[in-house]
């Protein structure tokens, strides 16, 4: 038995990988001139590349599927599995589908070919879980990224309470904080420094979660904008109130994406103007 027989061997020559699931929806994974986009749409996430790739060169056949099981496994597979299909730069293509128990056992099929028991040396997991993943779950995390001296205009604005609105420009001793004279330039630092590199723990998509549709309706408790170098356009992203005993707290991006952030790693953000004054210390 070929062990290696749905392995991948030289990922890097990897151009597009297009996932369709059982219902027929199609995620697209490609990439042009090194940078990888999900649905022609969102840039790939880097780790989820990194994982998706392991899993294309790691896996092994373990062993054929019971014969009295045969039948069953491959009509469930037929059914239920995700159809993957790899093209490669010189313009060769694989395909399979990938199955399983959705905890332990997975299954890749080659068309018109018995289903087999696959695996990753070393590892106890769900090889066919990559599959499942969602569109969402693909997408690169990473919001904005910017630095000390790419900053144009910061401001965090608080509807309830303006006079804690923050705006932070530059000026001649590089930045300032509007209407504050004596400014801590310690902890404006370290304030741009958490920002510069900005991610969302998780993206869903709207009418996924009824309570978060509904949380979109009422005024935010915060929101933040941005212009910097390198960015097209002015990132907006508005912050809402934590529903009562939950970790996260909802964002909306530009009007129009909606993501999760975890309250405690984004603790930083919520600074008042008074605090990156020296009187407040």
């Avoid at 420009?169 to 958490?194: C, G, H, W």
Wanted: charged share 25%; net charge neutral.
């Amino acid at each position: 038995m070929d062990e290696e027989k749905f392995a991948i061997q030289d990922t890097a020559a990897i151009t597009q990988i297009n996932i369709k699931d059982p219902s027929g929806k199609q995620i697209i994974l490609e990439g042009k001139s090194g940078i990888w986009m999900v649905n022609d749409t969102y840039l790939l996430d880097p780790s989820m590349k990194a994982v998706l790739f392991a899993v294309l060169y790691q896996v092994r056949v373990k062993r054929t599927v019971p014969r009295n099981k045969l039948i069953d496994i491959t009509k469930d597979i037929e059914k239920n599995g995700y159809q993957v299909e790899i093209q490669m730069e010189n313009g060769t293509k694989s395909s399979f589908i990938a199955g399983g128990n959705g905890i332990s056992i997975s299954y890749f099929r080659h068309p018109r070919e018995d289903p087999l028991i696959v695996f990753l040396p070393g590892y106890e997991s769900y090889v066919s879980g990559i599959f499942e993943v969602t569109l969402n779950d693909w997408r690169d995390r990473l919001i904005f990224q910017t630095s000390w001296l790419g900053l144009k205009k910061l401001s965090i604005t608080y509807p309830a309470n303006p006079l804690d609105n923050v705006i932070i420009e530059p000026a001649e001793n590089l930045y300032r904080v509007k209407n504050i004279s004596k400014l801590d330039t310690n902890t404006l630092m370290n304030f741009i420094e958490q920002i510069s590199y900005f991610y969302t723990d998780q993206y869903i998509d709207r009418g996924q979660i009824y309570t978060y549709d509904s949380l979109t309706k009422t005024i935010p408790s915060a929101e933040l904008t941005l212009q910097a170098v390198g960015l097209e356009k002015m990132i907006s992203i508005r912050f809402y109130h934590p529903l009562p005993n939950e970790k996260v707290q909802l964002g909306v991006i530009n009007d129009t994406d909606m993501c999760l952030f975890g309250n405690q790693r984004i603790s930083y953000l919520f600074k008042k103007r008074q605090d990156f004054s020296l009187n407040h210390k």
